[in-house]
DNA sequence: TCCTAAGTACACCGATCTGTTTACTTTCGA
DNA sequence: TCGAAAGTAAACAGATCGGTGTACTTAGGA
């Protein structure tokens, strides 16, 4: 394994700290401090923070979405399965002990205008979410894919919320059995 | 109709600023500019930034829930409709044209630490929704309102990431459908 | 071996942040 | 009418913000 590149250490980093402190309350200089780098270098790989956010948005939106298909599609086989196994892998995200919420809600509450860069990323990601959703509904044989998919993703979401803000860590289980109502009526 | 008090004049101005642009972007001497009010009687009034964002958030807690009871109870008479007529409030509150999303998961987003007084405030607000979704079920004769309450529930925090994350302000009546499969399997 | 690219350390910039202080003015009830 | 309470405007404090400039050091390939 190649040593990481400074890039990489600086995304890493502002990653987490982005994650768990906020991107107004996370200054450069806390930044390169706990990447090891300096501030130079920093402003060489990105011209300015909010392209650095973006840059982490996206490395986020990636890593999520691996490990979301990946812990879905290793503890279920069929398709069926998947759709609910989903919400497995929602309940295992809420027990890290990192666990601060989603970040790309977490973006688009403090950049709430719709046509700002990291907002619009954030939107990519969801609909990123319901099209695995839906590419799973379609190999299950649901009549309505799309449908099935944006439902099952509405349930998400609002585990999410109850995980995060009330603290609800519970609320995945719940989500589960309400997705399986919905699963049953598309593939009988 | 008394004039508004200064505090009152500060809170509403706040509440509008941080609602829409964020709390940690909104500094205190854009609020006084435009409360109309000096950097003095703020500081008069609420003894640190921390402390006026949590009079804004109890101050939206008591103007959102008083809407939300008022639209949900005026436009449906029976109890069961009354639990469906919640979505079409939500419906009309994505159309107003300062719609930011739900304040109290902006707010989490922005102080993650559970234990901080914004959050527990958000997490509060959630509760009392809840509570009043319960109420409504049990005049309706749910057979189990808590449930019924927190899976309707559960639909509207994801009904909200939809319309403000997705920018999708349909996702009111999508969540609408879905409720109505819970409200029927607990009332027969 | 030597040149270049990339890195470091750190001072510095102007702006903005929350919060305080000073000195003056308005308001209003006893 | 007069005096206290509450308000104003504005300077100020010290910290921090995002971002730049300078001078020096390191690492690696031709």
Known sequence: MPAPSKREQIVDHALRLFYSNGFHATGVD???AEAGVSKKTLYSHFRTKDELILATLRKRDELFRNR?????????????????AVFDFLGNWFQDKDFSGCMFINA????????????????????????????LATLAGAREPAELANELNMLMEGA??????MGDKQAAGRAREMARVFVDRQLD
């Open 30 to 32: 806390r930044i390169i």
């Open 108 to 135: 688009s509450a403090e950049f709430a205008e719709e046509s700002c860069p990291s907002h619009m990323v954030s939107a990519e990601h969801k609909r990123l979410v319901v099209e695995y959703l839906e590419s």
């Open 68 to 84: 979301m298909m990946r812990e879905t599609e290793m503890h279920a086989a069929s398709p069926r399965e998947r759709l609910l």
């Open 160 to 165: 999410i919320v109850y995980a995060y803000v």
